[in-house]
């Protein structure tokens, strides 16, 4: 046994400490990207980082890193992270145990006086959520070139605020390029967002790649006539138009025999007055998939039903494609360094695909990149209540730091 | 030719004067019950009642009445009036030219030095619109004995105010009790809201009476899980609950043969986010006939759509009814007067059925009621772009200048 070991009461400790800034009195956390909850929490993580002896940087879209030198300083660097910004009102774990796991193996390898071949770098990547600012993994996107900086800096929040003017203010418009390293691995673990290790009783989740996704956003423009005196067959009721798009979006991934997801998530309407015919109703519609065809063919179908769904009522509509990201197969050396770091540890395990993106989706792109999930109770995400049992945030953060281990060492 | 003519420059001043109050960019105003503007226009409204020489009495839940005494102080009063407050981003034309155009009618009666046998008043009834505090025609409502006025205190907006504390707020809880004097008459002049007037080519629409209608709203609570790693078979998702909802409603009034419209007009869905399932969505159905049967099918079917929705789904929902109003077909007499008034002007009319619901609708519970429209261009009502031509509104307030000279003096 490796002489390098978590400290889980020291992670714990962190932990709670961590989510008191933005707390919710239901016991979530709301953190938005760029809120004042989530400067505070960036402005913990570095302190932590610096007590840790990590040298700090800032990069130019927010993405925070503390580095450990190894001892070949021009080694690729092993890169762990995941993020801090939480959905409004959103779960305690979710990016939290990634960010704070990572801390955690670090300081494990200074604590045994054990230093590395390779640097190991700590992330916390801006923006992941994208319920404020869209598209959401921003920050790693752009530190993967996928978006130019210039692209987030305009990005606005429904109140007008630019994410550019934003991240000034709260002060973490740093001076480093957003650009890669010169990567060997990068590892995430994260909370699995989905039932399958709670329901099979496993310990650990080894990903094996994360499905694709798109998101568009389709704005329907009618007429806002009154509800009492204007004849159905004069109508052009924005919010129809909606409803049957969302019902068709519920009935696409029921055929086809595939594993295609699909929700509409967010749905503004306007004038939104009960005695009001909808003019405007805007909605965004979020279609996943392992398989790329898949999410192709989906897209096409939504655009589809928009188009007849405007053409029924007689509506204007816009459609718009915010984001795409391709489904995203790990490396398989990663895959088989997460299972023997699993079995090392004496974990439970299943390999299995993640349906949430991640910024590990991006990084894929750059570096061979590995995840693992520790369970979520009852598959619960995105909501206050998420919750997972401590005894698996620590064993999922021993066996990141075995697979740490196996990955900084040089042949 | 009687000698009490209106004068439509005056009244044309008035109107522009008026609607600078709470002025759109787009050309509609923005006035919603108990705002700031709603304030200031009824602040312009008692200025001019009491240089027109009425007596000004506001009464406890806000409505404005201006008095012109009869010949015989003990005869029942002949009540005219609309209401002063707006849609959120409504039309010029809405409620404010039956305000107006009364009070246009009993200064055409001063003018002329001719005293009536009866009073007459002018009346501006609090809260007609009903989007920032349910239910509309509220002012009317609690005059007609059909809500005390500490259900209207009670009522919240949606920021959790009060209509009670709005209300002192702007200054409008009068000492006078909301309570009807002893009425001979009302007669409400409104734009037709509608397009039939102005398809068909007339001057006026003599009203019959109104349709009857049901608001309900409905909640509908599932799960906010992760829009990725959620199966669809795990899923309680509370907008296509809704979506179900909106669709019924839409094939509901295609069936049976009836008049019935149905409408989705406000839906506020939670958490709101393009990648969480949303968990609550609440939304309102309105549904109006001029047959209460009608009505009450509809309700019983609306009813019946969210039960299975919730089913379906797996939703636990609410269902409540907001609002009900009878149809209120009107007495003979006044019809019958409003037409002859307008055969007397010279305009060209036909007799109609009000989709719009209005506050002659309790009003009629009280006295004999009449309406009179005149023609919205296109029908289009609720809008900013709401638009009357000019002539129009003259001939119709003349019209109703004429019905109020036979109604005001003792047979």
Same mark, same amino acid.
């Given at each position: 046994?490796s002489?390098?070991? +978590?400290?889980?009461?020291?992670?714990?400790d962190?932990?709670?400490?961590?989510?008191?800034?933005?707390?919710t009195?239901?016991g979530?956390?709301?953190?938005?990207?760029?809120s004042d909850?989530?400067?505070?929490?960036?402005?913990q993580? #570095?302190?932590?980082?610096?007590?840790?002896?990590?040298?700090?940087?800032i990069?130019?879209?927010?993405?925070?890193?503390?580095?450990?030198?190894?001892r070949?300083?021009d080694?690729?660097? +092993?890169?762990?992270?995941?993020?801090?910004?939480?959905?409004?009102?959103?779960?305690?774990?979710?990016?939290?145990?990634?960010?704070l796991?990572?801390?955690?193996?670090? *300081? &494990?390898?200074?604590?045994?006086?054990?230093?590395t071949d390779?640097?190991?770098?700590?992330?916390?990547?801006?923006?992941?959520?994208?319920?404020?600012?869209?598209?959401?993994? !921003?920050?790693?996107?752009? =530190?993967?070139?996928? /978006?130019?900086?210039?692209?987030?800096?305009g990005? *606005?929040?429904?109140?007008?605020?630019? /994410?550019?003017?934003?991240?000034?203010?709260?002060?973490?418009?740093?001076? %480093?390029?957003?650009?890669?390293?010169?990567?060997?691995? =990068?590892?995430?673990?994260?909370?699995?967002?989905?039932p399958? !290790?709670?329901?099979?009783?496993?310990?650990?989740?080894?990903?094996?790649? +994360?499905?694709?996704?798109?998101?568009?956003?389709?704005?329907f423009?009618?007429?806002?006539?009154?509800?009492?005196? @204007?004849?159905?067959?004069?109508?052009?009721?924005?919010? #129809?138009?909606?409803? *049957?798009?969302?019902?068709?979006?519920?009935?696409? @991934? %029921?055929?086809?025999?595939?594993?295609?997801?699909?929700?509409?998530?967010?749905v503004?309407?306007?004038?939104?007055?009960?005695?009001?015919?909808?003019?405007?109703?805007? /909605?965004?519609?979020? #279609?996943?998939?392992?398989?790329?065809?898949?999410?192709?063919?989906?897209?096409?179908?939504?655009?589809?039903?928009?188009?007849? &769904?405007a053409?029924r009522?007689?509506?204007? =509509?816009?459609? *718009?494609? !915010?984001?795409?990201?391709? &489904?995203?197969?790990?490396?398989?050396?990663?895959i088989?360094?997460?299972? &023997?770091?699993a079995?090392?540890?004496?974990?439970?395990?299943?390999?299995? #695909?993640?349906? %949430?993106?991640?910024?590990?989706? =991006?990084?894929?792109? !750059?570096?061979?990149?590995?995840?693992?999930?520790?369970p979520?109770?009852?598959? +619960?995400?995105?909501?206050?209540?998420e919750?997972?049992?401590?005894?698996?945030?620590?064993?999922?953060?021993?066996?990141?730091?075995?697979a740490?281990?196996?990955?900084?060492?040089? %042949?």
């Amino acid at each position: 046994m490796s002489d390098v070991t +978590v400290d889980g009461q020291r992670l714990r400790d962190r932990f709670d400490a961590f989510n008191e800034i933005g707390a919710t009195e239901a016991g979530g956390v709301n953190r938005p990207s760029l809120s004042d909850a989530n400067r505070e929490a960036r402005d913990q993580l #570095v302190e932590w980082f610096e007590e840790a002896g990590l040298e700090v940087r800032i990069d130019e879209v927010g993405n925070v890193f503390g580095r450990r030198e190894g001892r070949d300083p021009d080694a690729d660097v +092993v890169l762990l992270g995941s993020h801090v910004d939480s959905q409004y009102n959103g779960g305690r774990y979710d990016g939290v145990v990634g960010v704070l796991g990572a801390l955690e193996v670090v *300081e &494990a390898f200074s604590d045994a006086g054990v230093e590395t071949d390779r640097p190991l770098e700590v992330v916390s990547w801006s923006n992941e959520e994208g319920v404020r600012f869209q598209p959401d993994m !921003l920050g790693s996107g752009v =530190y993967a070139g996928v /978006f130019d900086p210039e692209f987030a800096y305009g990005l *606005e929040d429904k109140a007008g605020k630019t /994410f550019g003017e934003e991240l000034e203010r709260i002060g973490y418009r740093g001076e %480093a390029p957003a650009e890669p390293d010169d990567l060997h691995r =990068y590892l995430e673990l994260h909370v699995e967002q989905g039932p399958v !290790l709670e329901e099979r009783g496993l310990d650990v989740g080894v990903v094996e790649g +994360v499905y694709g996704f798109a998101w568009l956003e389709a704005t329907f423009e009618g007429q806002a006539d009154h509800a009492g005196p @204007t004849p159905m067959h004069a109508r052009q009721d924005a919010f #129809v138009g909606a409803a *049957e798009v969302a019902k068709a979006v519920r009935e696409l @991934t %029921a055929t086809g025999g595939t594993d295609l997801v699909g929700t509409v998530g967010s749905v503004d309407v306007w004038p939104n007055s009960i005695n009001v015919i909808p003019e405007r109703v805007t /909605f965004t519609v979020d #279609v996943r998939s392992y398989d790329n065809e898949t999410i192709d063919a989906a897209v096409d179908r939504v655009r589809r039903e928009v188009e007849h &769904a405007a053409e029924r009522e007689g509506l204007e =509509y816009e459609l *718009e494609e !915010l984001m795409r990201i391709d &489904a995203a197969p790990f490396d398989d050396g990663c895959i088989e360094t997460v299972a &023997a770091a699993a079995e090392e540890v004496g974990c439970s395990y299943t390999h299995l #695909v993640s349906g %949430a993106g991640h910024d590990a989706s =991006y990084l894929n792109q !750059l570096a061979p990149t590995g995840m693992l999930f520790v369970p979520s109770v009852d598959g +619960v995400s995105h909501r206050e209540s998420e919750y997972t049992e401590w005894d698996d945030v620590v064993a999922g953060t021993e066996v990141l730091c075995r697979a740490v281990e196996r990955m900084a060492t040089r %042949a």
